[in-house]
């Protein structure tokens, strides 16, 4: 059920009566195409927006109005932009340039730097976690101040993050189609199986609970 994401069906509603032009990407379009419904264990909202369609500073006023808050950057020179709100999960917006050659198109933007940089991360979150091992990690709850300090003195020396991007064939971002789930309406690429496909491998109709996107090759590091 979609509606147990509020901030899931507030963010397309808000982008269908604004005429926005949008897409749902990654895991969220993983869950709606797969399963019909979000990944419980997928912790955002992936909306993907190309950079020369979109005005962010519009975008931003449009969602501030209706309860979202701009998360805090740490970095301005990535295509992310999120907002959070009480009610569900934040909202990613991924922002698709195209490559050199064309052929294919980034949306890029910084990944944790290693295996202990991810731990940190997650640490920072502890009591209100909700990816995989979110039993573990929140009881750690009364560590996470200082985790959350460790997180942004390690930002500030440049150690905790790498760019990185999701590159994805253009073609696969040109055309879309409309679906209907619980009497919402979603956009969604029109080839959305070859999407997935490149995206997640030949077994993307299989879940996988402790899956890894920083271990995707197509969010490759430019590091």
Not at 32 to 51: H, Q, T, V
Not at 208 to 222: D, G, L, M, Q, T
Request: include cysteine; charge should be positive.
């Amino acid at each position: 059920m979609l509606n147990e994401d509020l901030n899931f069906v507030k963010a397309i509603t808000i982008l269908n009566s604004n005429r926005i032009k949008y897409w749902v990407c990654n895991g969220t379009a993983l869950g709606l195409i797969r399963d019909k419904s979000l990944i419980p264990w997928d912790p955002d909202i992936d909306i993907g927006i190309w950079k020369n369609e979109i005005n962010i500073s519009k975008l931003e006023k449009i969602f501030k109005v209706e309860g979202f808050l701009k998360k805090k950057k740490f970095f301005h020179k990535d295509n992310l932009v999120s907002f959070k709100r009480k009610g569900g999960r934040d909202v990613d917006f991924n922002i698709h340039e195209l490559c050199e050659d064309k052929k294919m198109c980034i949306s890029k933007y910084y990944v944790h730097r290693n295996i202990i940089m991810r731990l940190i991360y997650v640490l920072s979150l502890a009591g209100n976690y909700r990816g995989n091992y979110k039993v573990i990690i929140n009881r750690f709850f009364f560590l996470k101040n200082f985790f959350v300090k460790l997180k942004e003195f390690l930002i500030k020396k440049n150690i905790f993050y790498k760019m990185g991007g999701s590159t994805v064939p253009t073609k696969l971002f040109q055309s879309f189609k409309i679906i209907y789930i619980d009497g919402l309406r979603i956009k969604i690429p029109l080839y959305s199986k070859k999407y997935l496909k490149y995206l997640y491998g030949k077994n993307w109709k299989i879940p996988v609970k402790n899956y890894n996107w920083e271990k995707n090759k197509n969010f490759a590091s430019n590091k």
